[in-house]
């Protein structure tokens, strides 16, 4: 029998009386929970494949483990993919939604439809996970998990301490916001929900649910630290801030541990490798040189840089792209551009994709590099750099978020002075209110690209 499914009903049943969501107000404790699933389990029936296209309830993961203890393979839609993504990453599967009328065809239900009598459980020997690629570059790939779920069943166990209260703004449908939800029941804790973001949303929460533990992008924790609400808050219940998705700004992570204290750290993971590397708070204090690594390798993970990018193979690795050969324990080409240094600590420098070839020798600029070095300047809050194509050749584009009163021509002098090479100065400025994100928090340079205007 699956263990991970066995632990998590294990913990249902322990819960009791004790809030497990809480959601749009509305309090579910790990008993109610535990019933919901097994009326949920009740109304699907037998099924092969379903997928899970709901936003940030307590239905997504409860559908999700209905499922999973029918022996379905599940696939989570990604909240962040275009609509045709969706649709192609659900081909053949059941589909249980919030928003029906996406999707066409007749193997389409919402949670109310399932609401059945509970039947008798038999736990498949291992759950099945499909996890798609975002689609945006073309069909999307989906990314078999199975032992991953597994591994989370042993990490994950109640505190000596009592329950935690975690705060969930990743969409659940994703990596991240699944592994954080499951993680929490799997500790009995409580899981403050909220689909979507908001950062005076997320700070009252804090203060109101005494939350311990939340995790951000780096967009969204520069929004948090620059909201007005921000000094007013009592922060003091967080014992953990993890940070990841992207390449945080050093300065930014300097910032958060002085406002949060020693109990922010960072983590590296891909969807096909969800635990590549971590840093804790103690490995940052007295080392502003690390403040842009995300830390060493994890145990039972490994990683090279083969011509600039990071490669890894391990105990995390996904199964395998759906459709193609097991990864066994091949290496992966994760696409980040990356660095070690004498001690082991990986530097990230951006996407493989997201480098402009630029100057008269063509050199390669990553835009990660220049976009921290953007957001040192005092007058600005946040930016964006990506390559934009001329008659002669790739230059620099940055999208800047002032803070304060500043010029283009000032913003080009930062970057000169910080880098002394004028294929790293961006050709072109332009100021925005606020970066587009995506629904898991990361720029999206797709959108901005096509809101700014080139001179």
């Known amino acids: 029998m699956s263990f991970f499914l066995t632990k998590v009903l294990a913990a249902l049943d322990a819960g009791g009386?004790?809030?497990?969501?809480?959601?749009?107000?509305?309090?579910?404790?790990?008993?109610?929970a535990r019933d919901r699933l097994r009326r949920l389990h009740g109304g699907l029936g037998p099924v092969r494949t379903l997928a899970v296209d709901l936003r940030n309830r307590p239905d997504t993961v409860l559908v999700q483990l209905a499922a999973l203890l029918r022996g379905a393979t599940v696939v989570m839609v990604p909240a962040s993919a275009p609509k045709a993504a969706r649709l192609a990453a659900a081909r053949d599967a059941l589909v249980v939604t919030d928003r029906p009328d996406d999707w066409p065809g007749d193997d389409v239900r919402t949670p109310g439809d399932l609401d059945g009598d509970p039947e008798p459980l038999e736990l498949p020997e291992k759950v099945r996970l499909l996890f798609p690629t975002g689609g945006t570059t073309g069909p999307p790939k989906l990314i078999r998990h199975s032992g991953i779920y597994d591994g989370m069943a042993h990490i994950f166990a109640p505190s000596p301490d009592g329950p935690g209260r975690t705060l969930l703004v990743a969409p659940m449908t994703h990596m991240t916001g699944n592994a954080t939800v499951l993680g929490a029941l799997l500790r009995r804790d409580t899981v403050v929900v909220h689909d979507g973001f908001d950062a005076g949303a997320v700070l009252a929460a804090i203060e109101e649910h005494r939350i311990d533990t939340l995790s951000l992008t780096p967009p969204r924790l520069a929004a948090l630290l620059d909201h007005p609400r921000r000094p007013r808050t009592d922060l003091s219940s967080v014992r953990s801030l993890s940070l990841g998705a992207a390449p945080l700004p050093p300065h930014r992570l300097a910032q958060a541990l002085d406002v949060f204290g020693p109990v922010?750290?960072?983590?590296?993971?891909?969807?096909?490798?969800p635990m590549i590397a971590s840093i804790s708070a103690a490995e940052l204090l007295g080392r502003p040189d690390r403040l842009g690594s995300v830390g060493r390798i994890v145990p039972g993970m490994e990683a090279r840089i083969t011509d600039g990018e990071v490669e890894v193979r391990g105990l995390s690795m996904m199964d395998g792209y759906a459709g193609a050969p097991p990864i066994g324990g091949g290496w992966l080409r994760t696409g980040d551009l990356g660095r070690f240094d004498d001690e082991g600590y990986l530097y990230l420098l951006g996407r493989a994709d997201d480098v402009v070839v630029a100057g008269e020798h063509g050199t390669k600029v990553p835009a990660t590099v220049v976009e921290h070095a953007l957001a040192t300047h005092p007058a600005v809050r946040s930016a964006a750099v990506f390559g934009r194509d001329t008659a002669d050749g790739q230059v620099l584009h940055a999208v800047v978020v002032p803070s304060g009163t500043v010029t283009a021509e000032e913003i080009r002098a930062h970057a000169r002075k910080a880098f002394g090479q004028e294929h790293y100065v961006p050709a072109a400025v332009d100021f925005v209110a606020a970066l587009p994100l995506t629904a898991v928090g990361k720029v999206d340079k797709r959108a901005l690209a096509q809101l700014v205007t080139a001179p």
């Open 264 to 273: 922010v750290g960072q983590g590296y993971g891909l969807t096909e490798a």
């Open 17 to 32: 009386d004790r809030v497990l969501f809480h959601a749009g107000g509305v309090p579910t404790t790990y008993h109610q």
